[in-house]
């Protein structure tokens, strides 16, 4: 089976999630484990606050406690992530070292989407050129290139063949798959 990039939820200790995100994401490094480590979030959202009259928005973590980590699960990776300050374990571990479960693109999907994110890290992961599968949306099923990349809208000008010609069609991230 080949080894994928997938989200994980770690445990951290209360109010150090920033912390240790900027821990993990140097460990990462230090350790030369960027092609194991990816990304790490903290998923914030923001609140609209009115006291004494006064509306101050304030940025609220969505899961205070908890880090998301997209890695490749190895040996290495998790004792990297593991063994960071202030993290307390992964969810999804029965614990004695066994290896976590990952959330479900449809979890992940969601909380990503909050952030203006994408599972597919458009600037690491696809180019012109590349060839994908649409997973969603009128055109399900259907194979093709990548001609354009939109990163503001999160969209992408996909060529496929349709009726014998290459025809491109617009789909957003969220709708392919890289082959």
């Known amino acids: 089976m080949e080894e994928q990039k997938l989200w994980y939820v770690v445990n951290t200790y209360s109010g150090h999630e920033s912390k240790v995100r900027d821990n993990l994401l140097m460990r990462a490094q230090s350790m030369g484990m960027e092609n194991n480590i990816f990304r790490v979030i903290v998923p914030e959202q923001k609140e609209v606050e009115i006291k004494d009259g006064v509306k101050k928005e304030k940025i609220k973590k969505m899961f205070p406690g908890y880090v998301l980590v997209e890695m490749i699960m190895s040996d290495e990776a998790w004792y ?5 300050p202030g993290v307390t374990g992964f969810i999804g571990s029965s614990g004695k070292g066994a290896k976590p479960i990952p959330l479900s693109p449809q979890e992940i ?11 597919v890290d458009i600037e690491a992961d696809l180019k012109e050129g ?15 290139k990548i001609e354009s990349i939109d990163l503001e809208n999160n969209k ?3 060529l496929i063949d349709l009726f014998g010609q290459e025809t491109p069609v617009e789909v957003e991230l969220l709708q392919i798959s890289k082959n």
Do not use: Q
């Not at 999907?109 to 599972?119: A, C, P, Q, V, Y």
């Open 80 to 84: 990297a992530v593991r063994n960071t």
């Open 156 to 158: 992408l000008t996909v």
């Open 130 to 144: 590349d060839s994908v599968t649409i997973i969603d949306g009128p055109f399900k099923g259907m194979y093709g």
């Open 109 to 119: 999907d969601k909380i990503l989407i909050n952030e203006g994110m994408s599972r």
